[in-house]
Structures are given as C-alpha cells and as structure tokens.
C-alpha cells in the first residue's frame, strides 16, 4: 500500500507569505494528525483530524494557522501569514484506528526567511 | 503533565556493540508506545509498537521493553550497524488519545 504522502518535501518563503502543506493519508486511514519539530526540539502535536472532523486541535499555536481535511480524504495545513519561529519540518501521520499505531510521512522542511 | 523524556541525547559506539536506548514517560495511564527511526532529512519510520497490555516486542535485532508501573521503555539494539545511525524517537499515546514525543536519541554507529 501507499504510504502517508506529505508535499512540498521542502519550501522556502519569506516572513509574511502563506504557504499550504498538504498531506495524503493511507486509504482508508480515517484518523490524520498534523506535528512538527521546531528548531531541534521534540515533536509536538498540531491536531488530529477523524475523517473530515477535528477531533483536537489543542496543539495548533494560534490562528494563523488553519487546517482542512476536505471529504475525509487529504489534509491541507495553511499557515497565514508565516512568521519566522514557524521553521521546521511539518509532519502527517494517518492511522486507521488508534492501536494500530501511526504511519508518517516524510515530513515537509519549512524555512521561513 | 504528560511528559516523554529520551535518555541520552546522543550516542556514538563502535560497530558491534549492543546497545540500550531509554525512553521514560510520566503517566503510566498509555495505550500504546511506538519506536520510531528519522534518518536526516527524512521522515519518521515506525519500529515497534508496544500495546499497553505487552511487556516487549522484537523485530530482528530491535527489541523493546514497556515498564509501565515505572514509566519506563527500552530499546535495545543487537550487534550494531554503521546502517543503524539515525535519530531513534519514543512515543507514547496516553488514554486520551494525546501522544507525546520524547526529544530523540541520536545514535552513530562508527565502522
């Protein structure tokens, strides 16, 4: 199968632009979760989409950024306008029920110049 | 506070050691624990996933350990591998659905 496919792998922008990540979850996958790790830190949680509803969005840093999952298919996380802390690599990971632990994608590297 | 704590940060062995990586976690109430493997500028590849109900799982020369009443788990690595440098992750799902990363253990594998 698939696997959890995240695009762009990289993007450069500068401080103020808005950039759009999207993820693609294995088929069938009704749970998606957005992370990202931040300047060599741990991972942390952004939130966790049950097919086409957020289930917890606890982890989102603030309204800037905004986060879709259209049909209960693939993610978009839209960060408006992009700040320079907001450098990092944005991860996606899909699961088709909670124990069965999670797929991720490769992540995308964001530099916000 | 749910909190996951990786123990070293970094490692560097010479090829063939065994070694332990320590993951420790500060509510015991988890469903379930991942090990995961980032190779530089890649994304996460899960290892092992520890149920909360098992006490070890094993893939090749991977195995993990979950101590749950000491909020603690263990991956250990048989007779390492140049191949095996990478960054190592311990997750852990608590019961409510949160999963919290620890920071990472580095590890080189020197030939």
């Known amino acids: 199968e698939a696997g959890v496919t995240q695009f762009p792998s990289h993007s450069v922008i500068e401080k103020g632009q808005t950039v759009t990540l999207r993820c693609d979850p294995i088929s069938g996958h009704d749970n998606l979760y957005w992370y990202r790790r931040v300047m060599g830190k741990e991972i942390k949680f952004l939130l966790h989409f049950v097919k086409e509803s957020k289930q917890d969005e606890s982890g989102m840093p603030n309204n800037r950024f905004l986060a879709e999952r259209t049909g209960g298919t693939y993610s978009t996380l839209k960060v408006q306008p992009a700040e320079l802390e907001d450098s990092g690599v944005y991860f996606c990971?899909?699961?088709?029920?909670?124990?069965?632990?999670?797929?991720f994608g490769s992540g995308t590297r964001l530099t916000v110049v | 506070k749910q909190e996951v704590t990786q123990i070293p940060a970094a490692l560097s062995v010479p090829e063939g050691e065994n070694l332990v990586l320590n993951c420790s976690f500060t509510d015991s109430a988890i469903y379930n624990l991942q090990w995961f493997r980032q190779d530089p500028g890649k994304g996460l590849t899960s290892l092992l996933l520890i149920q909360s109900s098992q006490r070890e799982q094993t893939s090749g020369r991977l195995n993990a350990s979950l101590d749950k009443s000491s909020g603690r788990s263990t991956l250990y690595i048989a007779a390492s591998q140049p191949g095996d440098s990478a960054t190592y992750l311990c997750?852990?799902?608590?019961?409510?659905?949160?999963?919290?990363f620890g920071a990472g253990t580095r590890l080189t594998v020197k030939p």
């Open positions: 990971a899909s699961s088709q029920s909670r124990g069965l632990g999670y797929t």
């Open positions: 997750a852990v799902t608590y019961n409510n659905n949160d999963m919290r």
